[in-house]
């Protein structure tokens, strides 16, 4: 129980953990990006701004300035001059009418021009293509595809991301230690107490063993030498209620403390056998035990403590079966368990108090504490059980129907 605590506790903080580092490694990464991506636009839109054909500079009479600096004014930066552009340059025909490309090693003519014809096809002036930004722009006598090589910044985003996830990885092995070292830390003081619990259920219940035995040896006495009287009856039925529920606490705390010796067995007839001293009790409070039993089913486990659980699921059905008079026990196969089923008629128990069931001492109805001998410790034995042979169960509520249900590897 503690160990699946921990296990808990750990997923829970390393489930925090992943999704800070996710969130954090997104943000960076986008935010970067972006901020990089409008950083060359702008310098793109920049070139295509300042660009004139050779031809018309040419024919610009001395007096004239050259051709202004665009608006953001990134031309005498260190990252304008040291990026890469390329321009290809387009009459209103589709003829080409200049080409600009230093780096022919990189993309060729051909590729610019084939590249740069099926991005005016597509009517977006501005966006990406092939590790290349690129920015469509009329100038009025001709149009101009301006490209900047974006290889660089893919490679830089490319290595942020790679070491931000290499370590935040090693980053998150490291937490795992510790919230492996935290959740022990937390669960520590709890196991404690449990531990001492349990320890004292079982030193309670050997010690009141005895005081137990010698009151009801000596009202055995008492009644030979009196005979019948309303005092000792009275005596002697609390004597018998405290042997019960020291019964109980003893069995708890075996269930609990004792690893139980195991064998192979056949579960199915194990179940069978302990059916059938209960169609008597059954039917004399007009219930019919109704049985489905796949046939050889074989686990491995503890024959004494797995009958003294099929005994407390059929006692508690017959104890509790409302509205109907059919309780339903089955055995079968499902993937790699075997399953036992014990249903009876019933109101539904709200699932706040389903998750209290197999606490001791608990009974839905508190009026009836200890009435017919029964504390709450029946299914708080059942589940310790079934713990100790690797299984797990739990009730459900459907269609009027209790089912307590369990399985056990096969």
């Not at 004014?73 to 340059?89: G, I, K, N, R």
């Not at 610019?112 to 469509?136: D, M, P, Q, R």
């Not at 196969?333 to 197999?358: M, Q, T």
């Not at 713990?387 to 009730?395: P, R």
Request: include cysteine.
């Amino acid at each position: 129980m503690f160990k699946k605590s921990r296990w808990k506790i750990v997923a829970s903080i390393m489930t925090v953990l992943v999704i800070l580092w996710v969130g954090t490694l997104a943000v960076i990464y986008t935010s970067s990006y972006i901020e990089m991506s409008e950083h060359n636009k702008k310098m793109l839109i920049e070139l295509s701004e300042m660009h004139m054909l050779n031809n018309d500079f040419e024919k610009l009479p001395p007096s004239l300035p050259k051709p202004e600096k665009g608006k953001h004014d990134f031309s005498q930066t260190p990252e304008f001059m040291l990026s890469t552009f390329y321009t290809v340059a387009f009459s209103e025909n589709g003829d080409i009418l200049e080409i600009k490309n230093d780096l022919q090693s990189v993309h060729s003519d051909e590729e610019l021009i084939n590249l740069a014809t099926e991005l005016i096809k597509s009517e977006k002036n501005t966006g990406s293509k092939k590790s290349l930004f690129y920015h469509i722009s009329d100038k009025g006598d001709y149009i101009l595809v301006s490209f900047m090589d974006n290889t660089i910044t893919h490679k830089n985003m490319s290595t942020l991301f790679r070491y931000t996830l290499i370590f935040g990885l090693i980053a998150l092995v490291l937490f795992f230690f510790v919230a492996v070292y935290l959740a022990k830390k937390i669960v520590a003081p709890l196991e404690e107490s449990y531990s001492k619990q349990k320890q004292f259920v079982s030193d309670a219940g050997h010690e009141l063993k005895t005081p137990v035995s010698v009151i009801s040896a000596n009202s055995d006495l008492l009644l030979r030498e009196i005979g019948e009287n309303k005092w000792l009856s009275n005596i002697q039925y609390e004597n018998e209620r405290m042997s019960k529920l020291v019964s109980q606490l003893l069995e708890l705390a075996k269930a609990e403390n004792v690893n139980s010796v195991t064998e192979e067995l056949n579960f199915s007839r194990l179940v069978n056998g302990e059916v059938l001293p209960f169609e008597s009790v059954a039917f004399e409070k007009g219930f019919e035990l109704i049985t489905a039993i796949e046939d050889n089913i074989i686990i491995e486990g503890n024959s004494a403590q797995l009958k003294q659980l099929v005994s407390i699921l059929i006692d508690n059905a017959i104890r509790h079966s409302e509205n109907g008079n059919e309780i339903k026990i089955r055995i079968f196969k499902e993937h790699k368990f075997a399953c036992l089923s014990v249903k009876n008629k019933g109101n539904e128990i709200p699932r706040e108090k389903r998750e209290k069931l197999f606490e001791r001492f608990y009974r839905i109805d508190e009026s009836r504490s200890g009435a017919e001998n029964h504390y709450g410790l029946g299914l708080s034995i059942a589940k310790s059980i079934v713990e100790s042979h690797k299984g797990n169960i739990d009730v459900l509520c459907y269609d009027g129907f209790i089912e307590f249900k369990i399985k056990i590897p096969i």
